[in-house]
């Protein structure tokens, strides 16, 4: 039997405390029209002290599972996208299993930093299309507050924290256009990866010492290539064009990068779903919060054809196609 990953729910969760431009201003030496004209943001969410990346993941879980109208003891296997684990080890993915109690799942963690969503979708839908997991809960969570460097201006106005998930089910299907993930495309170049990484290891208080450094040029200027040719791989192996996307959801890293791949496919404003404005980077947990968005203001609907992509670090990127 032929699996399918078809998409059964979707959740999002935002710490409560908000951060604006113009108070990181009151601090930093910057203006909130600099950061809004060069990056699109106005303001990003960040985590309480006593609040990890798993709480952000948990919470993200529930209003999936509540979508879905499934429960924890119903998923096989659960996958966390994440750069800012609770500890180096073990996998916040674990603390996920036990805090939402879904006995039976795996549990595990993977790493591809702004990537990882796209990343973590594919492992997931592989381990559906094989066969060995009928349930998978997916979710991109990051508290990307706790490795910036506050005084560096060309850093810390980029990054939010925030969690999102996706529960993804196997179902057999007629045909691979009709439902659920269509494919994944992965990418990788090693060469740049010191264009953008943590400068030492991380802890999750205030004593964190490892901070992202980053080569914000030369990231902008292969963004829109990278990501490109990840959006023309998506579209070609289904013989598709821009035209017949409904939705496009990007990794929300810059405006500037999301307005140029819009122009390079002609894709309309309208297909857009951003919410840079509102989150900022909030890394792996991007592209889910903004599919979630976008499916709770009823703008994406069951059948509609979804288009997502990421570039991080690494240099990792990536896209997918899916039916809603
Ligand atoms: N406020 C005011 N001035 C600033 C700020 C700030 N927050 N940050 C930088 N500047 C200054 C610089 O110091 C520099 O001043 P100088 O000319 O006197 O030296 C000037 O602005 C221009 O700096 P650049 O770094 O060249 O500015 P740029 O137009 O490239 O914008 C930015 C910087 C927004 C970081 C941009 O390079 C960018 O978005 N790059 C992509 C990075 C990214 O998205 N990273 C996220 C992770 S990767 C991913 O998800 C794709």
Not at 48 to 75: F, H, R, Y
Request: hydrophobic residues 45%; glycine residues 8%.
């Amino acid at each position: 039997m032929a699996y399918i990953s078809e998409v059964m729910g979707c959740g999002g969760y935002l710490p409560a405390k908000i951060l604006t431009n113009q108070e990181l201003a009151q601090t930093l030496d910057t203006t909130d029209e600099w950061i809004v004209e060069r990056t699109g943001i106005h303001r990003r969410h960040i985590a309480d002290n006593g609040q990890l990346t798993s709480d952000l993941a948990v919470q993200a879980a529930k209003q999936a599972l509540e979508q879905a109208d499934l429960s924890a003891d119903d998923i096989d296997c659960i996958i966390v996208a994440t750069t800012t684990p609770d500890h180096p080890f073990p996998a916040t993915a674990a603390r996920v299993q036990s805090k939402l109690g879904a006995s039976k799942a795996f549990a595990f963690d993977i790493q591809a930093v702004c990537s990882g969503f796209v990343y973590g979708l594919a492992v997931a839908d592989n381990f559906i299309r094989t066969g060995q997991a009928k349930i998978v809960l997916f979710i991109g969570a990051e508290t990307m507050s706790r490795l910036l460097d506050w005084h560096d201006r060309r850093t810390c106005i980029l990054f939010g924290d925030g969690a999102g998930a996706l529960l993804l089910k196997a179902s057999s299907s007629p045909s691979s256009l009709s439902s659920g993930v269509l494919s994944t495309h992965l990418f990788s170049d090693g060469h740049h990866y010191d264009a953008l990484y943590v400068d030492d290891t991380i802890r999750i208080d205030a004593l964190s010492r490892g901070v992202i450094r980053m080569q914000g040029r030369e990231i902008f200027k292969s963004a829109v290539e990278k990501i490109g040719q990840a959006v023309q791989k998506a579209l070609d192996n289904h013989k598709l064009t821009a035209n017949d996307i409904d939705w496009f959801v990007p990794h929300q890293a810059n405006q500037r990068i999301i307005m140029g791949v819009c122009e390079r496919f002609s894709i309309p404003v309208e297909k857009m779903v951003l919410t840079i404005a509102e989150h900022a980077n909030t890394s792996a947990a991007s592209i889910p919060l903004a599919l979630n968005t976008a499916v709770q203001d009823g703008r994406i609907q069951k059948g509609h054809l979804v288009l997502i992509e990421a570039m991080g670090g690494g240099l990792t990127w990536g896209s997918s196609l899916i039916r809603w």
